[in-house]
């Protein structure tokens, strides 16, 4: 699960899996899972958006997961921590 947050809000902003968060389908994202198997490293590329964020995350050269973290309206003090 990947959260967008400031330092001005303390529940921010959520998606991904896991704490009641299902944005894959079940078997893609576990141990030995058809596309990321959480046992093993894996790479994960985030891009700010304009309110929210992009996350990919890919392991196999066949199987790519991406979920997006939209709607978020407090973006201005993370795009300045940012940059």
Not at 18 to 26: C, E, L, P, S, Y
Not at 32 to 43: A, E, K, M, Q, V
Request: with cysteine; glycine share 14%; proline share 4%.
């Amino acid at each position: 699960r990947s959260t967008l947050h400031s330092k001005f809000d303390g529940a921010g902003w959520t998606g991904g899996f896991g704490g009641g968060f299902r944005d894959f389908r079940r078997g893609q994202y576990r141990p030995n899972g058809r596309c990321i198997d959480t046992r093993r490293p894996f790479h994960v590329r985030v891009h700010f958006v304009e309110h929210g964020m992009i996350v990919k995350l890919f392991q196999f050269k066949h199987c790519l997961l991406h979920f997006k973290v939209k709607g978020y309206k407090k973006m201005g003090p993370v795009r300045k921590a940012l940059y």
